[in-house]
């Protein structure tokens, strides 16, 4: 792997300081260190220091509070040089601008039309294409059993479907979706070398930048058309604007369901009592979908907010031009918030519903209740098919991708009964 060109990359993270595996080959462990190390931990990313926040409640605190902002040139790392685009996560955060980039009146603009496009109505509108589109699916999962009956449940079902439903959404052909999948797999592989990865950036604006281009001269019934067309009196958003939500919801659109639905899965098989619960009708789906969320969370850190003044957090100080990252695996874990058995997954949990997993506040995810949406069809309609699912390998063997912000596996092998 490529080592990141900065100075802070060439010194010791110090004593006290977890290191973030750019491998994930220990998560259960990771998450424990950082939760271990109290409520805001000091973390290494690629050799770059930070704060994460561990722990519920002031996670939801720092959340709301208006002096971490998302603005880069609030970052002292950034401001001084220490950080550069040759830093492998940088695109994670200098993603052009967008809804996810900026804060105050300037979010609320940008993400006006997005919040209008995904309400609940909107959403029920779309069901039955999310329902076709999955059985759709289905019927390739079962077309592509190889001779030992082993399929990969998310290359063929859990990574198409939220593709698919996003791209509906966005107005992009499906001819391009297996590109997208591509593109993004790659930006966000940390086996990527930064050369490499910055170049997918430029050829994910030049796509939407043409897409949008396209959709200006003809709009048609989707969402880059109404964030292109502005409302009577309102300002109309820039190119670049909607290029960067654009480029930022695609990528959030699909990766967090499809770590949804696997750890969903996985959870189930691995605890078959559960699964006879929700099958038997003694639980419901909610509960499997929000349980996940908050045990085995689609996101396990997100990149990055910086502070514009000194901020206080129990006995610890984050400084005026810091980083924090929010790391919603260790929250979701909170024994504070969710008991001393925060550790097990227990969808008749009381708490399981309280959990912070899509955000909190301005920038609380826009597309929770589509991920929501497309899980609980998904879910049910996998299992109603193929009742006799079971995984092909031991649990132990499934493998986390090399990937520092998402939760999501190589591969999930499975047998459909």
Same mark, same amino acid.
Request: a negative charge.
């Given at each position: ?29 990771? #998450?424990?260190? !950082?939760? =271990? /190390?109290?409520?805001? &931990? *000091?973390?290494?990313?690629?050799? +770059?220091?930070?704060?994460? @926040? ?79 589109? #999955?059985?759709? !699916?289905? =019927? /390739?999962?079962?077309? &592509? *059993?190889?001779?030992?009956?082993? +399929?990969?449940?998310?290359? @063929? ?237 031991p649990d132990e063997e499934i493998t986390k991708l090399p990937v520092m912000t998402q939760n999501d596996m190589t591969a999930f092998p499975v047998l459909l009964g």
């Amino acid at each position: 792997m490529n080592c990141p060109h900065t100075a802070a990359a060439q010194t010791d993270p110090g004593a006290g300081t977890v290191v973030i595996d750019p491998m994930v080959q220990d998560l259960d462990g990771e #998450t424990a260190r !950082l939760r =271990d /190390a109290g409520v805001l &931990a *000091r973390i290494d990313l690629l050799g +770059v220091p930070a704060w994460t @926040v561990t722990r519920h409640a002031e996670a939801r605190q720092l959340l709301l509070d208006p002096r971490l902002v998302k603005d880069i040139d609030a970052w002292g790392l950034w401001q001084s040089g220490v950080v550069t685009r040759a830093w492998p996560l940088i695109g994670m955060i200098d993603a052009g601008r967008s809804m996810f980039t900026v804060d105050g009146a300037e979010h609320r603009r940008l993400r006006t039309k997005t919040s209008q496009a995904l309400t609940p109505r909107r959403l029920e509108a779309i069901r039955p294409e999310i329902e076709k589109f #999955t059985d759709e !699916l289905l =019927d /390739a999962l079962d077309a &592509a *059993r190889g001779e030992d009956g082993v +399929v990969d449940l998310k290359s @063929v079902f859990a990574q198409p479907l939220p593709m698919k439903v996003v791209g509906m959404l966005m107005g992009v052909d499906e001819s391009q979706h297996a590109m997208l999948t591509r593109q993004y797999k790659a930006f966000f592989s940390m086996l990527t070398p930064q050369e490499e990865r910055l170049a997918l950036l430029a050829e994910l604006d030049v796509f939407y930048t043409d897409l949008v281009r396209e959709k200006t001269a003809r709009p048609t019934d989707d969402l880059t058309s109404a964030l292109i067309l502005a409302e009577e009196g309102g300002e109309p958003l820039t190119e670049e604007e909607v290029v960067g939500n654009l480029k930022a919801m695609v990528a959030a659109g699909h990766e967090t369901t499809i770590g949804l639905v696997l750890n969903a899965v996985r959870a189930l098989l691995s605890h078959p009592d559960q699964l006879r619960m929700v099958l038997a009708g003694e639980a419901g789906w909610d509960a499997v979908i929000e349980e996940t969320l908050r045990w085995d969370t689609p996101t396990t850190h997100l990149l990055m907010r910086f502070a514009t003044e000194d901020i206080t957090v129990g006995d610890d100080v984050i400084r005026k031009g810091e980083g924090v990252v929010v790391s919603y695996r260790a929250i979701g874990r909170d024994v504070g918030h969710h008991g001393p058995d925060a550790d097990a997954f227990d969808i008749t949990r009381p708490t399981r519903n309280r959990h912070m997993t899509f955000g909190h506040g301005p920038h609380i995810c826009p597309g929770a209740a589509l991920s929501r949406v497309e899980a609980g069809i998904a879910l049910p309609a996998l299992f109603t098919r193929f009742p006799g699912l079971r995984l092909a390998v031991p649990d132990e063997e499934i493998t986390k991708l090399p990937v520092m912000t998402q939760n999501d596996m190589t591969a999930f092998p499975v047998l459909l009964g």
